[in-house]
């Protein structure tokens, strides 16, 4: 069972990235799908979580990214990206893909709070926004 992310940078301002999370020895279809995020100095910082079986309120991305960032998903490769757009500086951390591999029915928000239930983290990425 692995996760692995990547897809991480060096990217100007204003620029865009996609991350990429592999999932193996498992499938992602009815998974619940965390990206999150850690700057030097700063707590984990849950970004974006998606769960599809939860109808209303699947998806909850925090503040900072709303309208830049999207999650997708390709059952066939069994991988999730995460499309962040306009980046800034803020943005600079290493991101992390997390998943918790139950099928269940509460929200994206429920997961992003509580990172400590997904059951598999990738080994995270580095995500630098520069000039």
Not at 85 to 111: E, F, Q, W
């Amino acid at each position: 069972v692995q996760l692995q992310a990547s897809g991480g940078g060096l990217v100007q301002p204003g620029g865009s990235l996609r991350l990429s999370c592999a999932a193996s020895g498992f499938t992602l279809d009815d998974s619940t799908i965390g990206w999150f995020r850690q700057a030097p100095g700063k707590e984990r910082e849950g970004v974006l979580c998606f769960n599809s079986a939860a109808g209303v309120g699947n998806t909850y991305l925090a503040d900072s990214v709303e309208g830049r960032f999207t999650i997708s998903r390709d059952n066939a490769k069994n991988t999730a990206y995460l499309q962040m757009n306009s980046l800034k500086p803020d943005d600079t951390a290493v991101y992390y893909c997390a998943v918790y591999a139950r099928k269940t029915y509460d929200s994206g928000l429920y997961y992003c709070l509580r990172p400590y239930m997904f059951d598999y983290w990738g080994q995270g990425t580095q995500v630098t926004v520069s000039s």
